[in-house]
């Protein structure tokens, strides 16, 4: 098998038989020693498949338009106006919380239900939102809004259960929240996982960020912190 050969003085390149392998000689055109090559015996020879420029992006048609267009990864950009927008929303949530609870409206339960049904998947999505992996493709428009509406009701389900749950395992004393509140942990950071795709530590996150903001907005609708709720008695 010829091997190939490039002169280091005038830089021809030019075949001899392998039969020369490891032996020196000078260029047959400006006569600078070489030294040729020993070829590796289980070496493979490259192979290269060079393709025309319209094919590497699906083929083009007879009118010159891509047959198939690439597929590129769309990411949720961090937008000016929307954060605007859920900073204006929030604040309204909490001065009408706040003025709802004033005048007594959540002492219903009713009304305590419907309040957290109306919060809930707003408070999923802005959590998605920060808590999503960028690596994956990330759910928008309607796949998002009916996920996160999913996911917010199971948040609010956990709210319900919890209200039935805690008068009867609390005491008042601190040390029953190691108890009481893995389970209700272990629950919605699978809702997070089950809905939105989330692994199990941004699930956990979500959880904690929707339990960290009802609980203040609890607070605010007059209805006291959760740790202060009285058990039932004996």
């Not at 020879?45 to 690439?70: N, Y």
């Not at 999923?124 to 920060?130: D, E, H, I, R, T």
Request: with cysteine.
């Amino acid at each position: 098998m010829p091997i190939q050969v490039v002169c280091p003085g005038c830089k021809t390149r030019f075949q001899v038989s392998d039969r020369f392998a490891g032996r020196t000689g000078p260029c047959p055109k400006c006569k600078t020693p070489i030294t040729i090559p020993i070829p590796e015996k289980n070496k493979k020879p490259e192979v290269k498949i060079h393709v025309p420029e319209e094919f590497s992006s699906g083929g083009r048609s007879t009118t010159g338009k891509l047959v198939l267009k690439p597929i590129s990864r769309r990411y949720a950009r961090w937008n000016p106006v929307v954060a605007t927008g859920i900073a204006a929303v929030s604040l309204s949530v909490v001065v009408v919380t706040a003025v709802l609870g004033w005048i007594g409206v959540f002492e219903s339960w009713l009304a305590q239900a419907i309040g957290l049904m109306v919060i809930s998947p707003p408070l999923v999505v802005a959590g998605y939102l920060m808590l999503y992996d960028e690596e994956s493709e990330p759910y928008r428009g309607w796949s998002l809004y009916v996920r996160a509406g999913v996911c917010g009701i199971a948040f609010a389900s956990l709210w319900a259960l919890y209200g039935y749950v805690g008068p009867r395992v609390l005491t008042g004393e601190i040390w029953n929240w190691v108890f009481l509140a893995p389970p209700f942990l272990v629950l919605g950071t699978l809702a997070g996982f089950a809905c939105l795709d989330l692994d199990w530590v941004n699930g956990l996150f979500l959880y904690a960020f929707y339990v960290v903001v009802t609980i203040v907005l609890r607070w605010l609708a007059g209805l006291g912190w959760i740790w202060m709720d009285n058990p039932l008695p004996m």
